[in-house]
């Protein structure tokens, strides 16, 4: 995830993470890691520096850009849960595809590429 | 292919999806409109679904259930049987007999793959190819933080190489080939580096370096060079990349069905 400010409002954050803010902390599928005092600023966003930390994550600073690249929680394993991220993306037509439009139905996902 | 097997189970409740990996979206296009897809056909220029479900190469597939769980992680997805190999011509060079030895190798059971789909399709979650969600968990390739960080590292490489394109720069002819060892455009530069950084950390991730390589060894105007031999803008290309992880019987993990 690119950002060029490191406070981000949760929603966003979990959108596009899949960790949630909840009392325990931060959770995300059956695990929760409790947040350190200056996870979030005073407006209610989080302080990504810190959540980064805390999440395993790779926060990595394009100095030249001004901007961050999020990487994903280290650690553990490719899937954190089994159930199935959000996909958006467009398709060849360029309208905004979504994965769970196809909820109640068998989907073989597959990736290939022209290279 | 892919098409035709959307085509046979879509009535009985399977969809295909196929996400092309490519930055380019002018690349993909020309394969998906040879294939005139019924089936959701998507472009995913940020590879944005190799963190979401740890494809690590292509062809790999997971499958979904109705619930939307993934009863099936990362894995090879072939459904074609591989063309017999011949003897080659005496005439070709060593480097490509070689390369043609090692793709020999390649592991795989395009027949028992399509079986299993059939079977999940008939049976549902008693087909004996649906695993548990423990163990598709299990099963998805570990995450050590070198691998996020090349995660975090092809995505800036890819946001600075659609920078480039947005300047005009990076379509077509000017930003194949040699012309990407010029430092003249910094937004090129800066793509290169990153990917370069991005293949160190995560060196099994044949998307990112497959999907830089392309770029670097195909001529302007001609059809992609496939074995993104060596070239002067990377350290790594794919056929000895491919040796230094174990030749072709390395490259693919079989599906355990």
């Known amino acids: 995830?690119?950002?060029?400010?490191?406070?981000?409002?949760?929603?966003?954050?979990?959108?596009?993470?899949?960790?949630?803010?909840?009392?325990?902390?931060?959770?995300?599928?059956?695990?929760?890691?409790?947040?350190?005092?200056?996870?979030s600023t005073a407006a209610g966003d989080l302080?990504?520096?810190?959540?980064?930390?805390?999440?395993?994550?790779?926060?990595?600073?394009?100095?030249?850009?001004?901007?961050?690249?999020?990487?994903?929680?280290?650690?553990?394993?490719a899937l954190a849960s089994a159930t199935a991220a959000e996909l958006e993306l467009e398709d060849a037509d360029g309208n905004l595809f979504k994965l769970s439009s196809l909820h109640g139905r068998k989907v073989l996902l597959v990736a290939w590429a022209s290279w | 292919m892919w098409q035709a097997l959307h085509t046979e189970l879509e009535s009985k409740g399977l969809t295909v999806v196929t996400v092309a990996l490519d930055v380019e979206r002018d690349d993909a296009m020309p394969w998906i409109e040879l294939a005139e897809p019924t089936h959701p056909s998507l472009i995913d220029t940020r590879h944005i679904s190799d963190e979401l479900f740890g494809f690590t190469n292509v062809p790999m597939a997971v499958w979904i259930d109705e619930e939307g769980q993934l009863v099936r992680p990362a894995e090879l997805a072939s459904i074609e049987p591989r063309p017999k190999g011949g003897s080659l011509p005496d005439d070709l060079p060593d480097r490509i007999k070689e390369v043609f030895t090692e793709i020999g190798k390649f592991q795989g059971n395009p027949e028992g793959y399509l079986a299993a789909i059939h079977d999940w399709v008939d049976k549902g979650s008693e087909s004996e190819f649906c695993l548990s969600a423990d163990e598709v968990v299990a099963r998805?390739?570990?995450?050590?933080?070198?691998?996020?960080?090349?995660?975090?590292?092809?995505?800036?490489?890819?946001?600075?190489?659609?920078?480039?394109?947005?300047?005009?720069?990076?379509?077509?002819?000017?930003?194949?080939?040699?012309?990407?060892?010029?430092?003249?455009?910094?937004?090129?530069a800066a793509a290169v580096?990153?990917?370069?950084?991005?293949?160190?950390?995560?060196?099994?991730?044949?998307?990112?370096?497959?999907?830089?390589?392309?770029?670097?060894?195909?001529?302007?105007g001609e059809a992609p060079d496939l074995l993104q031999g060596p070239n002067d803008v990377y350290d790594g290309n794919w056929f000895d990349d491919l040796m230094d992880q174990g030749g072709g019987a390395a490259y693919y993990d079989a599906p355990g069905l």
């Open chain 2, 140 to 188: 998805s390739r570990p995450l050590p933080m070198d691998h996020a960080r090349a995660t975090a590292c092809f995505e800036l490489g890819q946001w600075h190489w659609t920078r480039a394109a947005s300047e005009g720069v990076a379509k077509g002819a000017s930003l194949k080939g040699a012309s990407l060892k010029s430092d003249d455009n910094q937004a090129v």
């Open chain 1, 47 to 77: 302080d990504l520096a810190v959540v980064a930390e805390r999440l395993q994550m790779p926060l990595i600073r394009d100095e030249d850009a001004s901007i961050w690249a999020l990487g994903p929680s280290s650690g553990g394993r």
């Open chain 1, 1 to 39: 995830m690119i950002v060029e400010s490191l406070t981000i409002d949760p929603l966003s954050f979990a959108a596009r993470t899949g960790w949630e803010i909840k009392p325990e902390g931060m959770c995300r599928a059956d695990q929760c890691v409790p947040l350190p005092d200056g996870a």
């Open chain 2, 193 to 220: 580096r990153w990917w370069q950084e991005a293949h160190h950390l995560h060196p099994e991730n044949w998307t990112y370096k497959r999907q830089a390589w392309t770029f670097a060894t195909s001529t302007p």
